[in-house]
C-alpha cells in the first residue's frame, strides 16, 4: 500500500481516531457482542495487517480485560461435600457468586467425574472449596468473622449457619453443619475493646465470655453503663 505526501497525514489520523474509538469501548462498553463485529471488521476491512502490524495491536487492546484474582484465597478442605456447603452457603448470604468447577479424573483418588475443586465468592472475598477425603477436618484455630451492624444480623447469621446440626459455641463462636467454624461479631465490638480506658474494656471482655450469641446491647450497658449510648 502506496502513500501521496497528501494521503499519508490522514490515513494515520483515520487509524489512530478509531484506536481511540476502540480504546472508549474497551473501558465503557466493554461487551463480547460489541468487540467481536469491530474485531471483525478491522481483520477484513482494513487494509493494514501486512505493512504496518495495527491489527495486532488493536486488538490486543480491545480484548476484554481478564479479572484478576485475590493474593491470597482460603482453601476449605471438606471430604465430599463441598458441594452441598457452597449451596449451603449460597442460602446463607445475600452476595455469593458460585465460579469455575474442576472435576476428578481418572485414576485420582475420589471417583471420575466427581467434584474436585469450587471457587466461590462471599461477599467479594474469594474462597476455594475442596473435596479431598476425611483425613482433615475443620477446628475453632480458623475462623470467619461475619461483622453485623444491628442484633437483627447477628441473630439472622447465628440462627441460619446454626440450624441443621450447627453448634453453638460461646463469645460469638459457632460450627455450621459442615464444621467450619464462623464468629458473629458486633461490629462495633473493635471500637469498644480498643478504647484506652481498660476499665471498660474489662467490663466489656468479662460480658461477652458469658455469652454464646453476641448481644448488642448488654455490651454497649457494660461498656458505657447504658444500653443505647456508647461514650468514647
Known sequence: MKFTPFQKPKYFLCVFTFSLCLLWLKENIITTNYIKPLQYYIRHFLDVRSKFDIVPILIRYTMPTVKIQQKLTPC??????AWDAVTFYTTVFNNVEKGKISYYGSDMPMPQGSVLTIQFQIEGQE?????AGPNFKFTEAVSFMINCDTQEEIDYYWNKLTEDGGEEGVCGWLKDKFGLSWQV???????MVANSDGKKVNKVMQAIMKM???NIAQLVEAYSGSPDVIKA
Open 127 to 131: 474462597f476455594l472449596a475442596l473435596n
Open 185 to 191: 461479631v458486633p461490629a462495633i465490638m473493635g471500637d
Open 76 to 81: 476449605l478442605w471438606f471430604d465430599s461435600n
Open 212 to 214: 454464646k450469641k453476641p
